[in-house]
């Protein structure tokens, strides 16, 4: 489990640096940007739900082991 969420990490911060090259930073909320700026921030959660998740499962390891 622990190779899987981090692969899905690498994927998720791929996509944030994908979706941060198809910025037009001259008009932020316009078009692609918009569609980008949303990918980014959904990435963003992504990330953070993985890390949450990565971190309950160390916990319940180690709460299983006591």
Do not use: P, W, Y
Not at 46 to 63: D, P
């Amino acid at each position: 489990m622990k190779i899987f969420t981090t692969i899905l990490i690498f994927l998720a911060l791929a996509l944030i640096v994908f979706n941060i090259t198809q910025l037009n930073f001259k008009n932020l909320l316009a078009g692609d940007s918009l569609v980008a700026m949303i990918g980014i921030v959904a990435s963003f959660c992504a990330v953070f739900i993985l890390i949450i998740f990565r971190m309950s499962k160390a916990i319940e390891h180690k709460t299983k082991n006591q």
